[in-house]
């Protein structure tokens, strides 16, 4: 089966203690569809301006990946730019240019209408909110959001919340959110508000993930070379609606494996800038690294 | 088998969100004691003044606790203050009363001088060579330590380093003793200067363990309702070494049961001021959260 997803492609400039790039192809959509693109086929809707052309497009080639959505607008495409601290746990933003992405109102093809999987990626819940109305069908619908949405648009983020199975947010962001600071109370917050099931990421600590039925503490990859947390929750985001796209499942167990393979494919985003060891990873790495997460996690009964 | 512990026992002054506490008995070896208690005999080496007598030591009565080592001096008690921001993930310390610590010098009774685990409390570096000077056969040495022994005595720290089997410090005592950021190049160069173990705890995000043979990741129980995070990590070492004297044996499977009783031990604490969670806590409550945290973190292969 297949995964709708909606958010920003861009170029990016990226500045950490390891190095520096300039103008590579990032955005939130593009880490989650290649990401999500090892387990399911996915359609991608975004806008992109006249300096997007083949050259930057064949990131997506070759992959199960779909660009019938992608519009071209006049103008620029999306830009920005972060510079990270020594230890990557903070990062400044230098500079924002939205350019088309400001202009942008989603426009699904009609073979996109009949979706499987959702994925409302990070932007102004009146998108989130369009890209749901043009939906005919849909088994489940995952959305990630962010702390400007939280502050500068409460009201339209909960009625997007009111209508989702799954969130994705950091674990800052669910405390925002549910205005508790206690996480686990932060998130029964927050299932009230709609979604079933909730994802913390907590960076370099993991993510944990709230269902009806319990809790589940997934454990973030220990890395021995860190180069670009750019993009790391959005391949999470990939790794996990990829996986429950592929298993056609949402039961307990499979939002699990679901959780490792998102802690998987962030874990690879990091080791390189930008997209580029998510370009050169095969499912092979992919495999090893979950038995890696399971050995790391394992223990016996007492 | 019994743990011979040497440490501060002191009264604390604790304020968090949630409560105030005032001179209550605290101390990094009483809490230690207390959540070791619950596996193995523990042996306490310290130092009180006058101000405690028996209303104080009954906290240790009717526990498998023997106080022979415990020197009462002429003068106060260690006392401390502290008080806990919002989140309880930073705290002020109000005042620092050395009193009679200032003066402590470990003299272990000679039937402490045999001994099976020996854990080496948080304190000078030289008394805690002193203690192991003193020790005439044991089969694991662990250790605590904190920033200020790392700044202020490195090089007689790096000396008790080089005799003990397992260190307890924070991950970020870890990057600052090894002066690297990455938590796991940090820990192998701290590994090198001694310990084949390393414990590096992390508050409310769980501890990982460094062995010869890999990686561990114990996760934190997620706590619904937080009172008093002082002592945590101090819980976390009784459960730990606790465990370890009660099972005889260091091997993989025994340090990583060790580490989630730790956790086990750690979040307890967590629930109440000071000690009062321990005083009232059963070997039920314990096993079953050793099950939550297996829950917690179970998942299968793909």
Known sequence: MSILAVGSVAFDTIKTPFGEVTDI???????????ASFFSDVNLVAVVGEDFGEDQLKIFRGRRIDLKGVAHANGKTFRWGGEYSLNLNSRETLFTELNVFEG??????????????????????????????QVKTRRVVGMDSMNLWIET???ELRNV????????????EVRDLAGVYNLRKAAAAVQGFGPRTLIATRGSHGAMLFTPN??????????EDEADPTGA??????????????????DEATLRRAMILGSVMGSFCVEDFGTHRLE???IDEINARYRALKQLTDFEDL
């Open 153 to 155: 648009t409460p009201t």
């Open 25 to 35: 192809v990032g955005g939130s959509l593009t880490y989650f569809a290649l990401a």
């Open 161 to 172: 919340l009111g209508r989702v199975d799954i969130v994705k947010i950091d674990d800052s």
């Open 214 to 223: 319990g809790i589940f503490s997934a454990p973030a990859y220990p890395l």
């Open 280 to 282: 050169r990873l095969t």
């Open 233 to 250: 929750g959005d391949c999470f985001a990939g790794g996990f609606f990829g996986y429950l796209a592929q298993s056609q499942s949402t």
């Open 104 to 133: 942008f109102q989603p426009d699904l093809p009609e073979s996109y209408r009949q979706a499987d999987v959702v994925f409302l990626g990070n932007m102004h819940p009146l998108l989130q909110q369009s890209v749901l109305d």
